[in-house]
């Protein structure tokens, strides 16, 4: 792993939903490795029907990062849905009857994404590569929903050193695993910015059954405000990723 692929990602809203609501669907604050996985494998072509898309990211090999860059805003849409069981053929715009449901949604959400794999001539590497430097998805990228389309930039491919932990505490400009982070004052806390934590499934199998859950640690933007970094001792190493203008970020993988 020498080298990894850096794009932005962005739309007017975006709803990643929690999978334990019912009536009133309320959405992670962040998107999960899982809907990244998804939003990668629309921009390559991966086919979605059978799942088997969710075979090319183990988390052993396909490495995932996230970077928050517009604050984390809520708003709560009202939807119509209609049965789609029953309303079948040229009469389903005549239906009448329809369940009116609240959906909260995530407004005017900005990503940085990291991508890289333990080999790069891996055919998703090379794929996502070609495709975003070409601007061209397969399918439709999406923040969640399908209706919630996203436009995306290639920030480009950069060099990345894997550096260990060190007993000091680094700044990392990426959302955290906590499972990475010190349990011995492993945070510190700044007093601008607000630090959250919410556990989030990280890994499917074919089944769509979560193999894996974290407990990911973020600070949310102040508005009008540049992202802040989270200073953080870790117990496992963590990536430094060179741009050419000589800015450096210090990332952590969601695994």
Request: proline share 6%.
């Amino acid at each position: 792993m020498n080298k990894l692929l850096v794009f932005d990602v962005w739309g007017d809203y975006a709803h990643f939903r929690r999978f334990y609501t019912t009536t009133s669907p309320l959405s992670f604050p962040i998107p999960p490795r899982t809907a990244l996985c998804g939003l990668i494998g629309a921009v390559i072509g991966l086919e979605k029907e059978k799942n088997d898309y969710l075979n090319y990211f183990p988390t052993d090999s396909a490495f995932i990062g996230l970077k928050l860059i517009n604050p984390i805003k809520k708003t709560v849409i009202a939807e119509n849905l209609i049965d789609t069981k029953t309303a079948r053929g040229p009469g389903m715009n005549l239906i009448a009857n329809r369940t009116q449901i609240r959906f909260e949604f995530l407004k005017d959400q900005k990503y940085r994404i990291y991508f890289c794999c333990s080999n790069e001539v891996d055919i998703v590497y090379q794929k996502l590569k070609y495709n975003l430097n070409q601007h061209k998805a397969v399918y439709t990228p999406c923040l969640g929903l399908s209706e919630n389309i996203a436009n995306f930039k290639f920030i480009g491919e950069f060099k990345i050193d894997i550096l260990p932990c060190k007993d000091d505490y680094i700044s990392i400009d990426t959302v955290l695993p906590l499972q990475k982070i010190s349990k011995k004052d492993g945070i510190m806390f700044e007093r601008e910015g607000e630090y959250f934590s919410i556990r989030m499934p990280v890994e499917l199998n074919t089944k769509r059954v979560v193999t894996k859950y974290r407990d990911i640690i973020y600070r949310n933007i102040i508005p009008d405000c540049s992202p802040r970094p989270i200073r953080a001792k870790l117990i496992e190493s963590y990536g430094n990723v060179k741009y050419p203008n000589g800015r450096r970020e210090n990332i952590v993988f969601i695994d």
